[in-house]
T-cell receptor, first 115, second 112 residues
Framework: AQSVTQLGSHVSVSEGALVLLRCNYSSSVPPYLFWYVQYPNQGLQLLLK??????LVKGINGFEAEFKKSETSFHLTKPSAHMSDAAEYFC?????????????FGAGTRLAVHP | NAGVTQTPKFQVLKTGQSMTLQCAQDMNHEYMSWYRQDPGMGLRLIHY???????DQGEVPNGYNVSRSTTEDFPLRLLSAAPSQTSVYFC???????????FGQGTRLTVV
């Protein structure tokens, strides 16, 4: 069964510091993996996704993630945090069942950025 | 082009009351779904639909009903609200052949 584990429910970084949000997955089939961001009182917005091909995926707002099959990981990084990056981030894996691509979400990581 | 529109944005219900959360999309997407978001649990799938007239249960369907009479609309009905249904509800759509889900702004529901 597919599942997603996000390590760390809260991460705090200084502005300009590296952002690293961790995501590990389990999947019985080659996974499709996603990172979504949720700003306060907003819906979820797709940051980036991995389907096939290049394992280093670049997304919006300077974020990127690397798919590592041997480690079953899909960690999200950004070289230099900005105050506007403060949000909650969700990792998700696709499950195809009942003729539908369902998303299985991790519990989320809330990122705080301080001056 | 509004995307995915959810109404209302906020709602307070008393235990035992019923209500319908509305979701409308103008992207002509076949797939629609409802999730609930609870602290520390991420988003969990309640019900989904692969097209008009076709619905199925997700991970946490108890206490909720859905129907899909048109491509555009996918309402979620709470039959008899319970405090355990206090949550933020999100509607999402996906186009056929696409891997990206588009989310509405959410409905924050409190059951007292």
């Amino acid at each position: 069964a597919q599942s997603v584990t996000q390590l760390g429910s809260h991460v705090s970084v200084s502005e300009g510091a590296l952002v690293l949000l961790r995501c590990n997955y389990s999947s019985s089939v080659p996974p499709y993996l996603f990172w979504y961001v949720q700003y306060p009182n907003q819906g979820l917005q797709l940051l980036l996704k991995y389907t096939t091909g290049a394992t280093l995926v670049k997304g919006i707002n300077g974020f990127e993630a690397e798919f590592k099959k041997s480690e079953t990981s899909f960690h999200l990084t950004k070289p230099s945090a900005h105050m506007s990056d403060a949000a909650e981030y969700f990792c998700a894996v696709r499950l195809f069942s009942g003729g539908y691509n369902k998303l299985i979400f991790g519990a989320g990581t809330r990122l705080a950025v301080h001056p | 082009n509004a995307g995915v529109t959810q109404t209302p944005k906020f709602q307070v219900l008393k235990t035992g009351q019923s209500m319908t959360l509305q979701c409308a999309q103008d992207m002509n997407h076949e797939y629609m779904s409802w999730y609930r978001q609870d602290p520390g649990m991420g988003l969990r799938l309640i019900h989904y639909s692969v097209g008009a007239g076709i619905t199925d249960q997700g991970e946490v369907p108890n206490g909720y009903n859905v129907s899909r009479s048109t491509t555009e609309d996918f309402p979620l009905r709470l039959l008899s609200a319970a405090p355990s249904q206090t949550s933020v509800y999100f509607c999402a759509t996906t186009g056929q052949g696409s891997t990206e889900a588009f989310f509405g702004q959410g409905t924050r529901l409190t059951v007292v």
